[in-house]
């Protein structure tokens, strides 16, 4: 069964930090894209980062210089970590794997981000 599992939300102040993982079964994890998406109260879903099967990484201007998503593909996973917290980064967070038209998505899991 495909899967992946996201893990390492919770409660953090602002300007402090957090490394989320997403820890993939069922899938040839090497082979994939992963991406990061980040869905705010209210709002869509939204990329945050994204990192090919070569390691090349993009990131949306909004996030540039906070927000580092990097993999092991050895360990099936991925990760993403988020520096100099804010409010705004309060939302779930989800991970996605997709190679050609095989798309996965996790669960998700909370950042709540306090004032």
Known sequence: ??????????????GGSLRLSCTASGITFNIYTIDWYRQQP???RDLVAS???????????????????SRDNAKSAAYLQIDSLEPEATAIYYCKATWFARVVW????QVTVSS
Request: hydrophobic share 25%.
């Open 42 to 44: 209210g709002n869509k």
């Open 106 to 109: 996790g669960q998700g899991t």
């Open 51 to 69: 990192i090919s099967r070569g390691g090349i990484t993009n990131y949306p201007d909004s996030v540039k210089g906070r927000f580092t998503i």
């Open 1 to 14: 069964q495909e899967q992946l599992v996201e893990s390492g939300g919770g409660l953090v102040q602002a």
